[in-house]
């Protein structure tokens, strides 16, 4: 007896370091296997920046290609891979649009940089996990990690925002990044 529809849930999470290890070995099908996963939602992250999206494309074209030709420089002990593959897009966006000199303005979605290991479902139900997380940072550290993931600004333009020296904006993020990294544990 059947009683409702079977969902065809993978048994096995994606496995980004793996993929990357294949990339960096010249397997095509792992680069492949990497954009049906992530391409979509890179998409997502390239356009809440550039605010295009004939360009928010180009940057997910360009950001492929370098994680094909820089697949072999991930480190594991740095990050996990698929923060790496994020994070190398959010910054060919954020140099696109820095070099076109576009004032961008991005929203409160953005907030999925700060999380990139969650899938959409699962950042949606760990939206208070991280609001809780961010609250316990003091606030000046807080807005510098809102002004650098929801913004999109860079070090520099967050010290000009809060007048205070590059360095201690440099640290603070820093600082709260390994925080949120371990109350999101």
Same mark, same amino acid.
């Given at each position: 007896?059947?009683? *409702? ?12 370091? /793996? ?5 960096? /070995? *010249?397997?095509? *099908?792992? @680069?492949?296997?990497? &954009? ?10 390239? =356009? ?21 030709? /820089? ?11 698929? *923060? =790496?593959? &994020?994070?190398?897009? /959010? ?25 990139? &290991?969650?899938?959409?479902?699962? @950042? %949606? ?10 609250? %316990? ?11 650098? &993931? ?26 709260? @990044? ?8």
């Amino acid at each position: 007896m059947r009683i *409702g529809p079977t969902l065809n849930l993978p048994t096995t999470p994606f496995d980004y370091e /793996r993929c990357l290890q294949a990339c960096a /070995r *010249g397997d095509r *099908g792992a @680069l492949q296997a990497l &954009y049906d996963q992530e391409g979509a939602r890179l998409l997502g992250v390239a =356009w809440r920046i550039a605010r295009d999206h004939a360009t928010a494309e180009d940057i997910v074209h360009d950001a492929f290609i370098r994680i094909w030709t /820089r697949a072999a420089s991930f480190d594991p002990a740095r990050g996990s891979a698929r *923060g =790496w593959v &994020y994070s190398l897009t /959010r910054h060919l966006a954020l140099n696109f649009v820095r070099d076109t000199r576009r004032e961008v303005v991005i929203d409160d979605v953005a907030m999925v940089d700060i999380a990139p &290991y969650h899938d959409d479902m699962t @950042l %949606q139900a760990d939206a208070p996990r991280i609001h809780r997380c961010l609250d %316990q940072l003091d606030t000046a550290p807080r807005k510098c990690i809102l002004h650098a &993931y929801v913004d999109g600004c860079s070090h520099a333009e967050i010290a000009r925002l809060l007048d205070t020296p590059l360095g201690t904006v440099k640290s603070w993020i820093k600082r709260s @990044l390994k925080a949120l990294r371990e109350c999101m544990g």
